[in-house]
């Protein structure tokens, strides 16, 4: 993907902008683009850069986003609505052509890196309503106020704030700040590549052709590694033409090469599940503790869309995507709800709600609608079932699926209190909010503005869960930690 038409290879102390934004690491990277801490040495304060392929494909999408980013902030003067913050955009020539870059707020972790620190076993669930109003905020504002859907919520695309201030100059209290310099590490040159040195900051053909070997050769296994939340994407053969939908950041077990924290390095899920059952390591938990002020804001509108204004059928990531787009129907805010309900529940529980694993794709696909229909009461799925470009993939002219006869219902308290360990108040409780957004029938899912009344979320989530130990935290170089006074032995969760 480093070539002509593809990434643009930054390194550290990198400038972009006539030396305004300097490199500091690397942040993530997805399909379209590679995203980094950079240093903005006009208002001195770290942001996030993001710089996109160069093929007038991404370009085009960069812009639809610019587009779209530009309208969220204009009718969101007070930052109020849990939406990243687009600060500048511009672009920038390099080697393989002109990249357009967006400038954001820097903010922290992602949601899947927040269920990692948790060994998978699901986040308390005072914070999983926490989380859940910000979402529901993001999404109310964004359908009923601007008629935009998201089309690709997932953990990866909600953030937590930053922990540390962005807007302080790390060189106040001793650290250091990388300076812009040609001399500088290459950091990456795929996502995979270790960081290698060089004498003069460049790199030579043979260099490259190494790197890049290197890299496939670990993506490859890491591939095969992950072949247990297999999806269909690969970004060394993902079809770079299509908008694809499908980030790498979690499908590949790519390994970030700067920050071994974020989401890019998640291991192989099925080793962190068998750990489940276990306690969370002490570092973990107190990472997931920090997490506690939970505001958290939507990122990634590179797939966004208004709901009068589509451009592809072909939306959100598999495990996420609601039946009348697995079906090709028509679809409107109420996918954002489906894919909302998945994130709810997979921060509740660490497991991926609708995880198919085998089969080719319409296998896979028709599991996830059994899913739904198995949630479902059953009354209002038939006529629903009709009409999509797919359906009769999946149903009969009766409205029945074709390959699945039997549908075994468990109902989804049961699941909670079985399989989760969940209390049955809180089992009932979740319930009810949960299903209704699982609805097939996408007409009959509450909007963000009805969840954000619903009981479940207006109980205030601290008040609920008033046993919960208050730990205060500590940031020292770079490390969380907790403050001593309050280490007496209490369980954290
Ligand atoms: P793409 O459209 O290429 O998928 P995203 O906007 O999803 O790009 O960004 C890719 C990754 O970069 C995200 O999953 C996240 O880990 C990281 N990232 C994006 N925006 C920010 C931000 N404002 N602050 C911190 N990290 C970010
Ligand atoms: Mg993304």
Redesign the pocket.
């Known amino acids: 993907d480093y070539r002509r038409g593809g990434y643009h290879a930054v390194r550290i102390g990198d400038t972009f902008k006539n030396g305004r934004y300097v490199v500091q690491s690397k942040?993530?990277?997805?399909?379209?683009?590679t995203?980094w801490?950079a240093w903005d040495s006009q208002r001195s304060r770290y942001v996030?850069l993001?710089v996109q392929k160069s093929a007038q494909h991404y370009t085009e999408a960069a812009l639809d986003e610019i587009k779209i980013l530009k309208q969220i902030a204009e009718e969101d003067p007070d930052d109020k609505k849990c939406v990243?913050k687009l600060l500048d955009h511009f672009k920038h020539s390099g080697p393989n052509g002109q990249h357009v870059c967006m400038v954001?707020?820097?903010?922290?972790d992602?949601l899947l890196t927040l269920i990692k620190y948790s060994d998978y076993r699901g986040v308390p669930l005072h914070m999983v309503k926490e989380i859940c109003f910000h979402i529901l905020v993001g999404l109310d504002y964004l359908h009923r106020r601007l008629s935009i859907i998201h089309t690709d919520l997932k953990p990866?695309?909600v953030?937590l704030l930053?922990m540390i201030d962005p807007s302080k100059d790390p060189r106040k209290s001793g650290a250091s700040l990388i300076l812009p310099t040609s001399k500088n590490k290459i950091v990456a040159e795929s996502s995979s590549s270790k960081e290698i040195k060089s004498s003069n900051g460049d790199l030579t053909r043979n260099q490259k052709k190494k790197i890049r070997k290197k890299a496939k050769k670990a993506a490859q296994s890491c591939a095969q590694k992950e072949a247990s939340s297999e999806n269909d994407a690969n970004p060394e053969d993902s079809n770079v033409d299509a908008k694809s939908n499908e980030?790498p950041?979690e499908e590949q077990s790519n390994g970030s090469v700067i920050k071994d924290d974020?989401?890019?390095s998640d291991g192989p899920k099925d080793a962190c599940q068998a750990k489940r059952g276990r306690r969370g390591s002490r570092s973990t938990r107190q990472k997931l503790l920090a997490a506690a002020d939970l505001n958290c804001k939507l990122?990634?509108f590179?797939n966004a869309c208004w709901t009068y204004k589509q451009f592809t059928s072909d939306i959100q990531t598999r495990q996420y995507r609601c039946p009348e787009v697995l079906l090709g129907s028509k679809y409107s805010t109420p996918a954002d709800l489906w894919s909302f309900a998945c994130i709810c529940f997979e921060l509740a529980t660490g497991d991926v709600l609708f995880d198919p694993h085998s089969g080719d794709n319409y296998d896979r696909d028709e599991v996830i609608l059994t899913g739904s229909l198995g949630i479902d009461d059953g009354t209002s799925w038939h006529d629903a079932a009709q009409g999509g470009r797919y359906s009769r993939d999946f149903f009969n002219r009766y409205g029945d699926l074709r390959h699945i006869r039997r549908l075994r219902f468990w109902p989804p308290t049961k699941v909670l209190m079985e399989k989760y360990d969940f209390s049955e108040q809180d089992a009932n409780d979740m319930t009810d909010f949960l299903v209704p957004l699982l609805d097939f029938v996408p007409e009959k899912r509450p909007t963000a503005a009805q969840c954000l009344s619903h009981p479940w979320i207006t109980g205030g989530p601290r008040l609920l869960e008033p046993s919960m130990p208050s730990v205060k935290l500590e940031v020292k170089d770079g490390n969380i930690s907790e403050l001593k006074e309050e280490k007496d032995g209490r369980e954290a969760m």
């Not at 954001?104 to 922290?108: K, P, Q, S, T």
């Open positions: 942040l993530g990277w997805g399909h379209f683009s995203v801490l996030a993001k990243v954001f707020e820097y903010l922290g992602n990866e695309n953030l930053s980030d950041v974020s989401a890019n990122v990634d590179g």
